[in-house]
């Protein structure tokens, strides 16, 4: 029997869509009409306005269209709506999946520069996305792990690059030398600032650190007789494979080796290396969570006065936060200053922070492999959009926008434990015994 | 009398120009359950916080186990085997509870963490069925027993509760100060117990205080206060 209500009494479907499309199409005409139907055109006598009524015309149809196609399939009331967050049966079984998963893309990156149809550029973003990882990955201790939030980031990343540029110039100390340096003078810096602000959270932390960020390039660009000021450094020298330069002289990398000379050879050993120290970075993260200093970093994310009842002191967990994420950078810094052989203060912006912290937010505060998913997607995406340069940032905000709505808490939300109460094993242990026999 | 364990002597305490504590006296001895009980914003919370270093006392003194403990900073306080479950428990909600535990144990450098851990599992079984669960998604209840088993993880001499009975249901509450008890029955445990329900603190304890105001009105054993009609007239008539 059908309803005999549903013609008469409610208004159909259709009507309810329609009307509302009609409201859509009235807020589009309101919005549109002043900001693409008038527009003022500078003419000999002065400025006039043109009209442009049939771009209106354009906007305010698509948008009624598009209403009421999402009001009749999408949105058709009655139909039964999808879960807005992941289930957590579908949750676990990607947690499972991603175990998986990270060892396969390392192994990917490992082999990627030696398949037959990579070619250079495939490289040089490569060595660029590892760089944000690794960047992402240091910040992820300070940001992610003991939830201290830092907007001045790059500016252990522009102390690593200069050390490295600075102690080459002055001292001809090779890159081999530089690299722990750099990280030590990095983590002496981290150390530097973190005293002052030891007392903040949250968004005075915030301020400060962006401000300590500022400083630093500011100093780089103002120092100049010995920064080279906004001229930067150029000439840096080029890392050197245990001594041997990859150049076309006789004791080069490809001479010894018996290669023919490419310069990919410097390709692609700056790829592994940038590589290597970036899983540096994630298997000291790794270790050190399940240590002591690690839980404690967690801990103070999560209730610093528990903590400090707890006898943890709050000093030295956030100094060693700050002086290992800033050692991380300093790594990075070092790094960059050799593979760009020339920097200048240009490179160490406040974008550059706000870039790895999107990452690090992005990718899951703490999830070590949502920040290297996030840095390739952030990092990759911003390359595939190198055309279209104008288009840039409004895709990033919109890409992170997105992400926030639909992953509010990042790409990898869930945070694996530490430590583990074995219990399955025991009953499994048991039941071992029991069937024996 | 013996030397006290832990020994407060006119401890005053200010949050900017306000007092919170005027000249606070308590005494709590070895292997005493002592209770203070009081309105809300007596300052109770404010003492046990002050006994921890944060804020510090302004004038008083704080000794404890025969050691000036008034200017010492917190997470040194905590190294001196005396425990707190805070105000709000306070636990790491992002944290397994098994994790939450294992920092109670911190401070004893992990010495023995497992044998400890297995005790608490014995007092609180519901912990171990939750043992994976992040600390966050626990009942009331739960987390209160994790605040509790968390801070016995540092075998205190002296553990410190705030209202451990607070928004939990009667009956785990009454299981709470049960446990408590138990501690303090067969292992000697000293217990300093602020407290709003103060027909159960008074029951539970050896002695206990009546702060109003920032001030020790009354104090005597136990069940004496529980007899006294001021007592019963502020905290219990109705309250019960």
Not at chain 1, 6 to 25: E, L, T
Not at chain 2, 91 to 119: C, W
Not at chain 2, 188 to 194: A, C, D, R
Not at chain 2, 197 to 225: C, F, P
């Amino acid at each position: 029997m059908a309803d005999p209500h549903a013609g008469a009494g409610a208004p159909s479907v259709f009507a309810v869509a329609f009307k509302d499309a009609a409201f859509a199409a009235l807020v589009a005409l309101g919005l549109a009409a002043p900001m693409l139907g008038l527009v003022t055109v500078q003419t000999q006598s002065g400025i006039e306005l043109e009209q442009h009524w049939g771009k209106v015309a354009i906007a305010v149809a698509i948008v009624f269209a598009g209403r009421l196609l999402l009001n009749l399939t999408l949105w058709r009331p009655g139909r039964k709506k999808s879960l807005g967050y992941v289930p957590p049966k579908v949750e676990a079984r990607l947690a499972r999946f991603a175990k998986y998963l990270a060892p396969l893309a390392i192994l990917g990156a490992v082999v990627m520069p030696m398949l037959p149809f990579t070619e250079r550029y495939a490289i040089d973003l490569g060595i660029l996305v590892l760089t944000y990882v690794m960047l992402g990955w240091g910040l992820n201790i300070v940001v992610g792990l003991a939830g201290l939030l830092d907007l001045g980031y790059v500016a252990f990343y522009a102390v690593g690059a200069y050390s490295y540029a600075l102690l080459a110039q002055y001292f001809g100390l090779s890159f081999w030398v530089c690299l722990p340096l750099a990280g030590i003078l990095a983590a002496f810096w981290g150390v530097i600032l973190g005293f002052p602000v030891l007392r903040l959270r949250g968004d005075y932390l915030a301020i400060v650190t962006l401000a300590f960020g500022e400083i630093i390039r500011i100093v780089l660009l103002n120092w100049y007789w010995f920064t080279g000021g906004p001229n930067g450094i150029s000439g840096i020298p080029r890392p050197s494979f245990f001594g041997l330069d990859f150049d076309r002289g006789d004791d080069g990398f490809a001479a010894t080796f018996g290669l023919t000379y490419s310069p990919l050879h410097r390709i692609v050993f700056l790829y592994y290396l940038i590589l290597a120290l970036a899983l540096l970075t994630n298997v000291v993260t790794i270790r050190l969570r399940r240590l002591p200093i690690g839980r404690a970093w967690e801990a103070l994310r999560e209730d610093e006065i528990a903590c400090r009842s707890l006898g943890i002191n709050t000093v030295n967990t956030k100094l060693t936060a700050f002086a290992l994420g800033a050692m991380f950078a300093g790594f990075a810094g070092s790094f960059f200053a050799t593979r760009q052989g020339f920097i200048s203060p240009e490179s160490f912006v406040f974008m550059e922070s706000a870039l790895i912290l999107a990452i690090v937010v992005l990718g899951g505060m703490g999830s070590q492999f949502g920040v290297a998913v996030a840095a390739v997607v952030m990092i990759g995406g911003f390359e595939l959009f190198r055309e279209f340069s104008d288009y840039r940032m409004i895709t990033f905000g919109l890409v992170m926008v997105l992400i926030m709505i639909w992953r509010p808490r990042g790409l990898v939300s869930t945070r694996s434990p530490s430590v583990f109460l074995k219990e399955k094993k025991a009953i499994s242990g048991s039941l071992v015994q029991e069937g024996h026999g | 009398m013996t030397e006290p364990l832990l020994s407060i002597r006119g401890v005053t305490a200010y949050y900017g120009a306000i007092a919170a504590l005027k000249g606070v006296d308590v005494d709590v001895g070895e292997g005493e359950i002592v209770t203070l009980i009081g309105a809300n914003g007596a300052g109770k919370s404010t003492l046990m916080m002050t006994i921890f270093g944060a804020p510090q006392a302004r004038d008083g003194s704080i000794v404890y186990d025969g050691q000036d403990i008034t200017r010492t900073p917190t997470h040194k306080i905590a190294q001196l085997k005396i425990a707190q479950s805070p105000e709000g428990r306070r636990i790491f909600p992002r944290m397994s509870v098994i994790e939450n535990l294992k920092m109670g144990a911190a401070v004893t450098g992990y010495a023995h963490y497992e044998a400890d851990l297995q005790r608490m599992f014995d007092i609180f079984p519901r912990l171990k069925e939750r043992a994976n669960q992040r600390g966050g998604t626990l009942s009331g209840g739960e987390q209160q027993m994790l605040a509790i088993a968390r801070a016995l993880m540092s075998r205190p001499r002296l553990l410190m509760l705030d209202e451990p009975s607070l928004g939990l249901a009667p009956l785990i509450a009454k299981q709470i100060f049960a446990v408590i008890a138990e501690l303090n029955r067969t292992e000697g445990l000293t217990v300093f117990l602020v407290e709003q329900n103060a027909y159960h603190a008074l029951k539970l304890a050896h002695r206990g205080y009546v702060m109003v105001n920032g001030q020790i009105t009354l104090s005597g054993a136990g069940r004496e206060l529980l007899e006294r009609e001021e007592v019963r007239a502020a905290y219990l008539e109705g309250g019960r």
